[in-house]
């Protein structure tokens, strides 16, 4: 066979090549990008197929069909590739369409011309019959539009490299592998088609369609080519929810995603990409420490940051990345947040201290039930007792045990009177409901059950509340530590005396205060107070402090579970403050500056 037969032999093989891809591509056409492929290869095929008719052909009118022919692909086929890469990219996503008919024009141009040639000589001026070699039959001139085409073509096939090359250093290995497939596929047709300018007059750029060929069918077969773009792969990468940072064989972070910048904000601080992770990451030395750890095997740890006032938590894994022969190429280190989880397991903590508090604190009421009540009334019974035995004694000694039974009878009702409220605020079970409360409107509810008491002595009550301030508290428990508090106030202060209640947010608390002007607490008592005993033996029986005591037990363990506490600052003869913390927010102050000394209880 002569070289002729040879030439179309191969050009006819790689039209046969053109069309396979064609086959294996519409499969996938509801895609884009193989949509786009599949028109590129019949332009190729037509390219191709037409030319080795050109090589066979023996006459001038045969040679210029086999122009025809190959001119139904040669003006497109380097624009349909650059219409591939832009869509193989992502790029131009907002005006793509109107990109894609102006790249046309020209192409469109060039094949009109060429099928009107005869007319207008643009594309070729003039053939000439080749006598010296047998390829190619006629040797053509170049008219304008020829020259016009050629140099459209290659600043076509530029622009396409060029999108290529950013892409490339941000994309993962596998996707690398597409992309020098695809450039590969568009290079050597270009490199064969240049040998024109070193005076080559055989057209070899239809045989780089062979090479192309074969380089998209190992595409397609080894690297999956068009399977998943990497504008797929891309978009799947910046959406994930975990944060993700591809780092190469020599320790470079070489892609992150946006999950990733949120957690490290240090990723956004390198100029270019590949850059040493030792560098980027100089901020993090723990996390460095784990990567260095994990060496090239997989690796789980935790890592927590601070945002701003709140600590995140993460779960982060180190995997390493191989190719098809297990050969090492790098690792990915991803960050799973886990914030709200550790927040839940805060707050179940939480919730399982309160509910330990609450069940102690239902176990120091039976204590106080066994001392507190029984014993009283046990004294009834011997008062009751002893008045039945003294009947004939004087009316004197009568009154003094008629005042004693009044005594404990009143100091009993007291004590049962502060059991029943409490029960009554739980309807018979240990609760917890904490809700906002504007603090100045429970205040005044207070203030208000306490006034009828207060009137009866002259004491005046006022308040010194925020309107904007807000607690977070359990209503019924909030109620009754301010109707104890507000007792003891009104107990021990003398007729025509004063309370107030102010409040104010301290370091993220609510802290209430209710001042009284009565008689303080003298040292011994104050003593007794700051027990932790839920109860506690008065020292005579004119002393009823016990009552009180149990009342700011209540309150104290009300406190507790709210994450609070009690105190108070106290000045025998002049008064008494005590204070107490919630959680709340807004402003305010304490009208009260003059608590020098605390005790707590």
Same mark, same amino acid.
């Given at each position: ?27 996938? %056409?509801? +895609? /884009?990008?193989? =949509?786009?492929? !599949? @028109?590129?290869?019949?332009?190729? *095929? ?123 250093? %941000?994309? +993962? /290995?596998?996707? =690398?592998?597409? !992309? @020098?497939?695809?450039?590969?596929? *568009? ?415």
């Amino acid at each position: 066979m002569d070289i002729k037969q040879w030439m179309s032999i191969l050009l006819f093989i790689a039209t046969a090549i053109m069309l396979f891809i064609s086959w294996v591509s519409y499969r996938k %056409r509801h +895609l /884009p990008v193989v =949509r786009t492929m !599949i @028109v590129l290869m019949l332009a190729a *095929a037509f390219y191709a197929f037409g030319y080795a008719l050109e090589v066979l052909s023996r006459n001038l009118n045969e040679f210029k069909l086999s122009l025809q022919i190959e001119y139904l692909g040669i003006p497109f086929v380097s624009t349909l590739w650059l219409i591939l890469v832009i869509q193989f990219t992502g790029a131009a996503a907002g005006y793509r369409k109107r990109l894609t008919v102006a790249l046309m024009i020209v192409p469109a141009c060039v094949f009109g011309f060429h099928l009107t040639n005869d007319w207008h000589h643009l594309v070729y001026e003039r053939y000439i019959l080749n006598t010296d070699t047998p390829v190619p039959l006629y040797t053509t001139v170049k008219g304008i539009w020829y020259k016009v085409h050629m140099l459209y073509n290659y600043s076509v096939m530029l622009c396409g490299l060029l999108l290529f090359i950013p892409m490339y250093l %941000r994309s +993962l /290995p596998a996707t =690398r592998k597409q !992309i @020098v497939v695809l450039a590969l596929g *568009a290079a050597a047709p270009m490199l064969l088609n240049a040998v024109f300018f070193f005076g080559v007059a055989v057209d070899l750029t239809p045989f780089g369609f062979v090479l192309s060929g074969i380089a998209y069918v190992w595409g397609i077969y080894r690297f999956n080519l068009l399977r998943l773009m990497p504008l797929a792969q891309a978009k799947i990468f910046d959406t994930i929810r975990d944060g993700v940072i591809v780092i190469d064989g020599e320790d470079r972070i070489v892609n992150f995603n946006r999950s990733a910048l949120s957690v490290l904000s240090g990723l956004g601080g390198a100029s270019r990409y590949p850059e040493h992770a030792e560098k980027v990451l100089a901020g993090y030395p723990e996390l460095l420490a784990n990567l260095r750890d994990a060496g090239s095997g997989e690796s789980r740890f935790p890592f927590r940051r601070l945002d701003g006032e709140r600590l995140r938590h993460y779960h982060c894994s180190v995997t390493p990345i191989q190719d098809s022969d297990e050969m090492p190429l790098g690792k990915i280190l991803m960050f799973n947040e886990i914030t709200e989880l550790k927040e839940n397991e805060s707050r179940l903590r939480e919730k399982t201290r309160q509910l330990a508090e609450l069940n102690a604190f239902k176990d120091k009421l039976f204590t106080v039930v066994a001392h507190d009540i029984r014993d009283p009334i046990a004294l009834l019974v011997s008062l009751t007792e002893l008045l039945g035995e003294e009947r004939a004694a004087v009316d004197r000694e009568h009154d003094e045990l008629f005042l004693e039974l009044k005594e404990q009878v009143r100091s009993t009702f007291q004590l049962v009177e502060h059991l029943l409220d409490w029960y009554r605020s739980q309807k018979g079970q240990v609760q917890f409901r904490p809700m906002s409360w504007n603090l100045q409107q429970v205040v005044r509810q207070a203030l208000s059950l306490a006034r009828a008491k207060a009137d009866m002595k002259r004491i005046a009550m006022t308040e010194s509340v925020g309107e904007q301030l807000v607690v977070q508290a359990d209503k019924e428990m909030l109620d009754l530590i301010l109707r104890n508090l507000l007792a003891n106030a009104i107990k021990y202060t003398g007729i025509g005396g004063a309370i107030e209640i102010g409040a104010a947010l301290e370091n993220g608390a609510v802290v209430v205060a209710v001042r009284d002007n009565g008689t303080g607490i003298d040292p011994h008592v104050s003593e007794q107070l700051q027990m932790e005993q839920p109860f506690f033996k008065p020292s005579s029986s004119e002393d009823d402090s016990a009552n009180a005591r149990f009342g700011l037990v209540l309150a104290r363990e009300f406190l507790r579970i709210h994450g609070g506490r009690l105190w108070f600052h106290s000045v025998p003869g002049k008064g008494t403050t005590f204070y107490f913390s919630l959680t709340g927010a807004a402003g305010g102050r304490i009208p009260f500056t003059d608590a020098r000394e605390e005790a707590s209880l």
